[in-house]
């Protein structure tokens, strides 16, 4: 976390601020104004591809679709 390696992500696709707070973290807001949905899915998609047993269809997820297939396969958090 403190490196950097990590990244959140609301369910529009705002990037969000993490402070590392022993023992957790803390999400005190926003980096940016801009939604990043196209990053989120591309991650989503990745990540679900590695995880997965079924394939994940590149082209015809939206980030909706992603969000819903990640809740209904590990629930709201991972």
Do not use: C, W
Request: proline share 5%; aromatic share 8%; no cysteine.
């Amino acid at each position: 976390m403190r490196n950097g390696e990590y990244v959140a992500y609301d369910s529009a696709g705002f990037l969000l601020k993490l402070v590392p707070t022993e023992p957790v973290v803390s999400i005190p807001g926003y980096l940016s104004s801009r939604s990043r949905q196209g990053q989120l899915a591309e991650v989503l998609r990745l990540y679900l591809s590695r995880v997965s047993i079924e394939p994940i269809l590149t082209e015809t997820r939206s980030l909706d679709d992603l969000l819903s297939i990640h809740v209904s396969r590990f629930g709201y958090t991972e």
